[in-house]
């Protein structure tokens, strides 16, 4: 397979790229967060969005899906993080959507799908426990009670959380803390009374939520794969998670970049374009560099999720890792290049430089990644 | 089936058939691989019966049109020959500046005469080329060069040096930037041609490098008469007689390309694995660990960065394949590879410790990881340093200003 779109995803691109900065471009967002919008999103701009079949871009066609594949939410994601589009798209149509599609019965997918596509089912996926990945370390309990279960704990970081219509919750069934088996997702109504849902305003003014779980009663129909087996569903969901927010951040960078190359050939200092300086053309060459390797590892990571899933899991920890350190430097150098202004909430760059910042913590950083990715070869 | 994978199936029938056992290791390096050349001796009887299987099928040069020794393959088939080749880690049965830089220049400007002589010399492995464009006072600023080449009527006269000729020593023919207008603006009075290194009035001086070993020669031309013509139509130089520079660009395109498209942590000295060659000389600690983590935070991002490389190469060949020329994104490709190249020895002389800094009692043997370690600083200086690259990709590709 080439490692090129196919013309089908180059019109998506096309499309995607028209439609966000005509109704969804960075003043959309700065308006949402300037009016401390609740849901953090417009419900309207993701009624269009699933009236193109955005929301349910992986789900197959069947579920009334458009069947387009990671690599078309990566598609997407990429037009995103250029736009710094606020949606519900990634908890939603990436998290939510691949955790039904790949390991929900076929009574879930029946129930859940048609609604991920026409928008009007939200999802969020509660993870995390602590202030740092460590999707291995769950002590979130799930104690055996009747038939079912009892859920106690709590979540942090969850994004989309208060306003998400689900939560799919990573619990502990058996083992201790940091065993991989013994972990069990369940999908339940995130407006449960046993629920309570803290809205955690973040520096990237995107949707987050600590989640307090106490008591909530579950039977077997609420879970999601297999008892006990869960981790395996969660590195899944996570390695989806972790190309497509490559795809947002490679996005992100591409733009900033874009940004700051226009700034570099229309200011002038000492009487002369600062982008004709040594000292700056290097480092944006070297950034320009660093943009298309992070191009390939995310187009690469969104083509063996669609290829062979089960096998994508270190690529996509590369793509993240990748992608991570490259917006990083792409908007630290942002900052830096167009000085001033760079600092001042007025500008762009400094809301892609906080926008990144969030991303890369999330599902792990670069240091996360390197690490995992170090294990897994042995050293 | 459709063509291209009757072509798949078919080629993969030949490469089991034809490509010995011996030379399916992939360890392509500038020992082993097979160079050709009038002085050339195959290293082994596999290489030569691979060599030949090759030449016979126009594999040595898949992709040049058959009337000049290639097999006439398109994009896609080549890109299958490759694959297919890899899958069985085949090395490639000839490999030399013949192939990777003068070819394709020679396809783009050369005429039907010379590309009969020179393309065919250097698919059949006859003519081994090497490359005259540095001058001692002539290095990134390469237009500036000097090397002086008179009309004498019927012949061109040279004289100058070269330097950094690699492999000049061994070489059968030059391909030389010179001289041939001295009044005229830097880039508009250089003449790109075509020199039997075996003319009188050529010496050849090797250069030892901070390894004790080198490739790199200084080639000194004193008084050297060239022909204007080695047959009819079949010119010493080529394109036009002062408008070399654009010759020596296309070229430089195909050296970066060329050089952009070596596996930087792969085929250094060592385990294929820079993490596994740690894991074995270091040791782990309890949790599994490395145990340097300092190390093996270094060595995991370079693997990283180094997959992502490699994944650049594949795109951008996927592109240029679906007609997107790489054009100055070249310099992107050689600039990473250069530096990935540094890394990659840089992280095993690390790894290797001690051990890896002791020499044999002659100096550094040629074939240790301290000479690869030394020879790869040249990697980001030689076909244009990586500052050169880095003003490439910012005039060619992101178009800043001039200063």
Known sequence: MSLILTEEQEMLQDAASGFLTENAPVASFREIRDSKNPDGFSRDLWKEMAEMGWAGIIVDEEFGGSEFGYVGAGVLAEQMGRNLTASPFFSTSVLGATAVQRYGTQKQKDEHLGSICDG?????????????????????????????????????????????DKLIIAARTSGEANDSS???????????????????????????????????????????????????ALEGILSAGRAVLGAEMSGSSQQAFAITTDYLKEREQFGQKIGSFQGLQHR???????????????????????????????????AKAKS???????????????????????????????????????????????????????? | MSDLEQFRAETRAWLAENCPEEMRDGDITAENQCWGGRQWEFQSEAQKRWFEAALEKGYTVPTWPKEYGGAGLTADEAKILTEERDRINARKPLSNFGISMLGPALLAYGTHEQKLQHLGGI???????????????????????????EDKGDHWLINGQKIWTSNADISDWIFCLVRTDFDAPKHRGITFILIDMASEGISVKPIVLISGHSPFCETFFDDVKVPKAYGDGNL???????????????????????????????????????GGYAAEEIGLDAAGRLDDPSLRQKIAQAEIDDWAYTLTVERMNDEANAGNGLGAKSSMLKYAASELTKKGSELRMDIGGTDAATIGADGIEYDSLANTWLYNRAYSILGGTTEVQLNIISKRVLELPSA
């Open chain 1, 120 to 164: 009007s089912t939200l999802f969020a996926l509660a993870v995390d426990e602590g202030p740092r990945h460590r999707p291995e370390h769950i002590e979130f309990a799930a104690t055996p009670h009747g038939n079912g279960y009892i859920l106690s704990g709590s979540k942090t970081f969850v994004a989309d959380g208060h306003v998400a």
């Open chain 1, 182 to 232: 013994g972990v069990t997702l369940f999908l339940v109504d995130a407006d449960a009374a046993a629920i309570e849902r803290a809205h955690t305003p973040m520096i990237d003014s995107r949707n987050a939520a600590n989640i307090r779980v106490d008591g909530l009663e579950v039977t077997g129909d609420d879970i999601l794969g297999e008892v006990d087996g869960g981790y395996e």
């Open chain 1, 284 to 318: 944006a060459a070297h950034l320009a560099t660093e943009i298309e390797m992070t191009k390939s590892a995310v187009l690469k990571s969104l083509q063996l999720l669609d290829d062979d899933f089960e096998s994508a899991s270190a690529t996509c920890s590369m």
């Open chain 1, 324 to 379: 991570g350190m490259t917006a990083q430097l792409s908007t630290q150098e942002a900052i830096q290049m167009h000085g001033g202004i760079g600092v001042t909430d007025e500008y762009d760059v400094g809301l892609y430089f906080k926008r990144v910042h969030v991303a890369q913590q999330m599902f792990g950083d670069a240091g996360f990644h390197a690490d995992r990715l170090a294990k897994r070869s042995g050293y």
């Open chain 2, 123 to 149: 698919a059949r492995g006859e003519i081994r080329w090497c490359q005259g464009y540095s001058e001692p006072g002539a290095g990134s600023d390469l237009a500036s060069l000097k090397t002086k080449c």
């Open chain 2, 236 to 274: 010493s130089v080529v394109g036009e007689v002062n408008r070399g520079w654009d010759v020596a660009k296309n070229l430089l395109v195909h050296e970066r390309g060329m050089l952009g498209t070596m596996s930087p942590l792969r085929g250094a000295k060592g385990p294929e694995n820079l």
